[in-house]
Structures are given as C-alpha cells and as structure tokens.
C-alpha cells in the first residue's frame, strides 16, 4: 500500500504551506479533503484528481482514503493550517488500525493560532494555551476548568471555534469565566480569515471583546498580564523580569 | 526606511520553511540570526549577506537588524520555529518602539509543538498548553503554577526548553508536580532534533519521562487523560465522546 500523507496546507494562502507539503501534495496521484480546502489548493494542483466529503463527515473522509490507498494510489489528505491541531491526523490513526498496512505521514503546517499571532504582532511569545470552544465532542464542564485553570495560571490563551451558530454566546461565556481571574483590561485580539481574502485583526480588552461578535472564522487571542499594546500591535514580553 | 521580515524558519529542514519564509529570504540583503540557525540555511541563500550575535545577546540583535534597515537594507531576523512562539518577534516590537519608522513583518513558520508532533503521531489534536521550563525569565513558582493548573485541567501539554546543564532536574521536578493529577501511567513522548540530522523520537509513559534524561534540543509531550498509543504512535482523540 502506498503513503497517506496528512497534510497540514497552513492558514490559508498557498505561500503559507511548507515545501515538504507542497512535495507531499506533487507527489499524491489524489487529494482529499473538506470543499472549502480543496478550493485552496485546487488551482495549484489542477492535474490531481480531487475528492470531498462535507463538514461532519470526518470518519468517512478517512475510510476513503485508506480505501484509495488499497486501490495503489497515494494519497493525500489536507487540512487547513496543521493537521495535528484540532486536525484529522489522530482520527486517521484511530481508523488506521482497520489497515494496518497502510503507513501514515503526517506533514505540519502553520497554525491558526501561530498564523493569526504574526498578524495581531506577537502575542504567543511566552507560556500559551489552546482552548476549542466547540462542546460538540467534549463536555462544557471541561471547557470551563480548562478556561479557569488557564487563567489563573497567567496563561495567554487562543481560541478556536469560538462560535457558531448554536453557541452565538460561548465567547461571552467564556470572557466572563476568564476575567475571574484576569483583569478586564488585559489585551486581546481577534483575526478573522487569517491570510486568506478579507483578513481583518483588531485589538481590544477583554471587557470589550466579550460584547464582540465573532463568527467561525475568527480565531481569539486573550493576552496574560504582561501583554500590551505596542504601536497597534499586540505584544508579548519573554518573560517576567525587564529585558 | 525598508521593510523588516522576522521570519520563523522551521524546525529544522530547507523543506519545513514556508513559502512566504523563503520568499521573505530572498527578498532580503541581509539575514541576521543565532549562529545554529543561521547554518540551517545559510547553503540555501548563499548571495546573501550573513550577521550573527551569540546566544543571550537577543536585545544586541533586534538592535543589529533595525540599524542594519536604517542603512537602507532590507532585513530577516530569523528564528527556529515560529518567530513568535519564544522567538524573536516580540523583543523586535519592544526594541522597534526607537525605531519608529521601522515596518515589521512576522512570517509564522511550523513550530517545534507542532513539528515534534508529526513526528509522535497525533498527540496536539485536542486543547494544549505549550510550557517553557527555562526559569531565566520567568520565576520557578510561575512556571509551577502553570504545570499544575495545566494537569489538572486535563490539557495536554508540551515542554519547551525540558533541559539545560543548570537545569538537569526539572523535567523530573516537573513530571512530579503534573503527576499530582495527572496519571503515572499518562502516555508521553519526547523527540529530539525534529526534522534535523539525527532526529530521534521516544513514547513512554509519565512515570517513565521522570526517569529519563533529555537536552536541550528536545521537545516534551505529555498526554491528556484520553491520550493512547495506536501502534507506536502518540494519539489523542478529538474529544471526550466516542466517534
């Protein structure tokens, strides 16, 4: 059987994916993946053949890869900035055991969270956390002790998935939970559409940010109590004594 | 003024660097950076003009770079991994508040997390925390404080700097404080050298990383409650709910 490579095409643009994806991507006879995916890489790719399945549908669109695999192709399966962050490559090693020839690579990219710091400036510079908003797999229980503990701990903090349709109030949930423990002045940042067409980043403090909407796209960042905003940008120091 | 590229290089490999980081190279007369990762890619931009300070002389080097640009030079200050994960983009804010004509550009690039990760498995897919061990700028209470809030929270949580000669016993100090709640048995993983020659990767259980010597060119990972090995691969699942 061939490799399946899991790739990671980063945040959005082509320029943002690694050599070693786009080496997995030319080397792959096709390529799998969520539509809005695909889309990105298609017209950089046009002589692969291409194959979707919808949001959802994260068991099936391992199983056909594995499938085309048995079939002697290799195979590539795309997910959008890092495939190993909130990404498909555990749950293909979870399927992956009903194929036990099949061998797996797992090709790295840009996340969100590192994709949408370098816009807002630098706020991931010292000790963070990645916290997913989504309860669709995990209890609301958990979300929240990790919400706390990060908090308190002084941890800057970056949010996935911070809404949606059915959890249009998650962040202000969220927002509320974390000033328990940092203060409403702390500096946050949203990035919408990170380094894809109609990116937008703002600046503002966690008291304003609860009263935001965001929408699916938008990747938070939550600042810990050394952060500050230098000249429009967000900006983490190294540590906690002066440089 | 020209414009200043602080570009994340990867961890290791001409082929884990972005487009966007190559791109960002040659655009520049002059490539500064810490002499290991100047070597990385020195043989890739041989025309171009190489400046390197030591370690620990970072507030030297943002100097360097902005100096460098006020002679009309178009500069990349370059980093391992992501230039703002423990990189050099923030200190290049703080240091760019004298140069004020200056622009900055951050070029995210794979980070060691999430390049260590692809070589694990699948260990990042659910909420994480990245922790730095090194007490340089940070007081040792802080950094405990976050290990603990870390595992009880059920995070799973990745080590940077585990190691250094001053500081051989605190991957072993920091396995017993996350053993207070997290379980002995919790699978982890440790890879050195990620992407560079002689990379090396290990997956043990917690119990068994307290025991174990790492340097500073290893990156630390320890598994949520959930976190299993799948045939020698280091796998969380999406969520706390079966798929």
Redesign the interface.
Same mark, same amino acid.
């Given at each position: 059987m061939n490799k399946i490579y899991v790739v990671?095409i980063?945040p959005g643009?082509? *320029? *943002?994916?690694?050599?070693?994806a $786009?080496?997995a991507l030319e080397a792959s006879d096709v390529i799998i993946g969520y539509t809005v995916y695909v889309d990105l890489v298609k017209e950089h790719f046009s002589e692969k053949e291409f194959l979707t399945t919808p949001m959802k549908k994260e068991?099936d669109r391992c199983v056909l890869a594995f499938e085309e695999a048995m079939k002697g192709k290799t195979v590539s399966m795309i997910c959008s900035g890092?495939?190993?962050?909130?990404?498909m +490559? @555990?749950?293909?090693? *979870?399927v992956?055991?009903n194929y036990?020839e099949a061998e797996l690579v !797992? $090709? #790295?990219?840009?996340?969100a969270a590192? @994709?949408g +710091?370098? $816009?807002l @400036?630098? #706020?991931?510079?010292?000790?963070?956390?990645? !916290?997913?908003l989504s309860d669709?797999?995990?209890?609301w229980e958990?979300i929240q +002790?990790?919400l706390?503990?990060?908090s308190? +701990?002084?941890?800057v903090i970056c949010l996935y998935n911070p809404s949606s349709r059915k959890r249009h109030d998650y962040l202000m949930k969220a927002c509320d939970l974390m000033m328990q423990y940092k203060s409403p002045e702390t500096v946050c940042g949203i990035v919408s559409n990170i380094a894809r067409e109609g990116q937008a980043s703002r600046i503002m403090t966690l008291k304003e940010l609860r009263d935001t909407q965001v929408d699916m796209f938008t990747t938070v960042f939550i600042g810990n109590s050394q952060t500050k905003e !230098?000249?429009g940008?967000m900006?983490?120091?190294?540590?906690?004594?002066d $440089?």
């Open positions: 990671g980063g643009a082509y *320029e *943002e994916m690694t050599g070693a $786009v080496q068991v890092d495939a190993g962050v909130y990404g +490559a @555990g749950l293909m090693y *979870e992956g055991v036990p !797992i $090709v #790295p990219g840009v996340t590192t @994709g +710091a370098a $816009v @400036g630098a #706020p991931l510079i010292h000790d963070f956390c990645l !916290i997913s669709l797999l995990t209890p958990k +002790a990790r706390l503990g990060a308190q +701990a002084d941890f !230098i000249n940008k900006v983490t120091p190294r540590g906690y004594r $440089v």
